[in-house]
T-cell receptor, first 117, second 112 residues
Framework: GAVVSQHPSWVICKSGTSVKIECRSLDFQATTMFWYRQFPKQSLMLMATSNEGSKATYEQGVEKDKFLINHASLTLSTLTVTSAHPEDSSFYIC?????????????FGNGTRLTVT | EDQVTQSPEALRLQEGESSSLNCSYTVSGLRGLFWYRQDPGKGPEFLFTLYSAGEEKEKERLKATLTKKESFLHITAPKPEDSATYLCAVHPGFQGAQKLVFGQGTRLTINP
């Protein structure tokens, strides 16, 4: 069964509004989670690393004020797309790996399709 | 710069027609190479991890192999349900925990 749950699976919002996406690890505690973005027929691009109890680490070119990440507990990370614009429309996917297991594979959520109108 | 290149970009096969997908990589130290399967509108599903050259892993009709520069995903006698995008990713040696670099994927279609 799924080990990482992501919600919602899809969302449509108006330009200028904010959208929150949740990512939960279901049967393990994840001190680190990762947020990816995927455009149609393209690969996954890492946006940021979410660290429980501390600030997220953003990849080069990703606006931290636009993509707010909160990792308040060991099983939940949230990504908030603030003041969304049509160019933010994309497929957002979170992932987590079992802590303490070197090189354990990342498990991915089922993604959130965001459409900004 | 760490890089992963997959080929072909797309592949159409008849049911039962075996083939291989390629993943070439250049990384600053390899801690692991991962294969994932992704269905449309879904997140990637983990298939295999390979750690060192010469290693092989098998699961049903899939077998993954690894050399120092590339990995292959061999598909034997595929079925239509094997149709998906197959993603290859590497965990570079100097990156923090599980920061993966993905290839662009191979879209595999198996015709009945």
């Amino acid at each position: 069964g799924a080990v990482v749950s992501q919600h919602p699976s899809w969302v449509i919002c108006k330009s200028g509004t904010s959208v929150k996406i949740e990512c939960r690890s279901l049967d393990f505690q994840a001190t680190t989670m990762f947020w990816y973005r995927q455009f149609p027929k393209q690969s996954l691009m890492l946006m940021a690393t979410s660290n429980e109890g501390s600030k997220a680490t953003y990849e080069q070119g990703v606006e931290k004020d636009k993509f707010l990440i909160n990792h308040a507990s060991l099983t939940l990370s949230t990504l908030t797309v603030t003041s969304a614009h049509p160019e933010d429309s994309s497929f957002y996917i979170c992932s987590a790996g079992h802590p303490g297991v070197p090189n354990s594979p990342l498990h991915f959520g089922n993604g959130t399709r965001l459409t900004v109108t | 710069e760490d890089q992963v290149t997959q080929s072909p970009e797309a592949l159409r096969l008849q049911e039962g027609e075996s083939s291989s997908l390629n993943c070439s990589y250049t990384v600053s130290g390899l801690r692991g190479l991962f294969w994932y399967r992704q269905d449309p509108g879904k997140g990637p599903e983990f298939l295999f991890t390979l750690y060192s050259a010469g290693e092989e892993k098998e699961k049903e009709r899939l077998k993954a192999t690894l050399t120092k520069k590339e990995s292959f995903l061999h598909i034997t006698a595929p079925k239509p349900e094997d149709s998906a995008t197959y993603l290859c990713a590497v965990h570079p040696g100097f990156q923090g925990a599980q920061k993966l670099v993905f290839g662009q994927g191979t879209r595999l279609t198996i015709n009945p």
